[in-house]
């Protein structure tokens, strides 16, 4: 029987989401209450995958083994990259050779991807077109940011140019970080150095003919930043809503959609909603207002605050009569004391205290 496996890789260290990514690492941050690895493990199991490798720094593995998200059924294994030499894109993918084999095509998909795909159309595609590597692509009005590929008949890429310079953008068709893999991949890939798949390996493929295509249509979203992060959730928010499979707490006053995690505690008089997320054992106090925002667990907002289109980390004490305005990231542990206005887009570290009104944009740690 086939072995249907696949490598997700998240040794990343997340730099354009600190300082929430200082004390944990990007496919651990939630989506509407869920680790981000746990929908990519729903989403490989409900299509067959049944073994999946890490590709992880040791920092990484300590907090996935930590956090213990559900491995809905999946055999996880993890292929640690070396502490003093990240091994870029491609070299993570070549320690994983040994957990793979060379028998069958394996799928590899980024962690910082929040994607709605069918992998085993994707294998089959793969299959089918007798490629070495099948790249998701998808398409968006900005692809500077991203790998772009040009294809022609039959699906094949013609060719690929890893964030291309303004004027080689010919095309708004983006590299989603979701592949299939044959072996012979492995033969590309030097061991033990840092390599770039996209820079390195997909261009010579599509030269050589043997690069190919399958296009997402569904829902695609890239957590690169605190932006891109929270409107993930709002997305996911509603795409739950629609299909009923979020449950909301009742006898409180809510403006939908919202999420609310168990064993939460809320005042009276207190508004949450639309697009508030709220995480597990978070306490809330009387006349709170929350909105447009993720509030991780075990944080405690008191009497009297607004909270609007920010991102309050774990285990946070803001004080009473605080207002968090929007793009506000406040990492986890911090402590507002009460009556403290924190202007728009302003970012606190791990573990400060704020004690006084802050008007300027800045990131204190």
Known sequence: ???????????????????????????????????????????????????????????????????????????????????????????????????????????????????????????????????????????????????????????????????????????????????????????????????????????????????FSYMINGLWMDIGNPEEYLQTNKIVLDNLVTTNKLKTPKNIETKKPIAIDKKCNIGKKTIIGPYAIIGKNVTIGDNVQIYDSIVFPGTKINDNTTINGAIIGENVDVGKNVRVNTGCVIADQVKIKDGTNITREFSICPGKEISETILKRNVIC
């Open 1 to 211: 029987m086939t072995v249907l496996k696949a490598v997700v890789l998240a040794g990343g260290f997340a730099t354009r989401l600190r300082p929430l990514s200082c004390s944990r690492p990007k496919t651990l941050f939630p989506i509407v209450n869920k680790p981000l690895l746990q929908w990519i493990f729903e989403g490989l199991s409900n299509n067959e995958v049944t073994e999946v490798i890490l590709a992880v720094n040791a920092l990484t593995q300590f907090h996935i083994k930590q956090q213990k998200p559900p491995k809905s059924g999946l055999k996880i294994k993890y292929a640690i990259d070396p502490s003093k030499m990240p091994l870029g894109t491609a070299g993570p993918i070549k320690n994983t050779e040994k957990a793979i084999g060379h028998t069958e095509p394996f799928i590899v998909l980024n962690g910082d991807i929040f994607a709605d795909i069918n992998y085993k159309q994707l294998m089959d595609t793969h299959t089918k077109s007798n490629a070495l590597a099948t790249i998701t692509l998808c398409k968006i009005d900005d692809p500077s940011r991203y790998g772009i590929a040009e294809i022609e008949k039959g699906n094949r890429i013609k060719n690929f140019i890893e964030k291309p310079k303004k004027e080689q953008v010919s095309t708004n068709l983006i590299n989603a970080g979701i592949y299939v893999l044959s072996p012979k991949i492995f033969d590309y890939i030097p061991k033990g150095k840092q390599c770039s798949i996209e820079r390195e390996i997909f261009p010579i493929l599509a030269k050589e003919h043997k690069l």
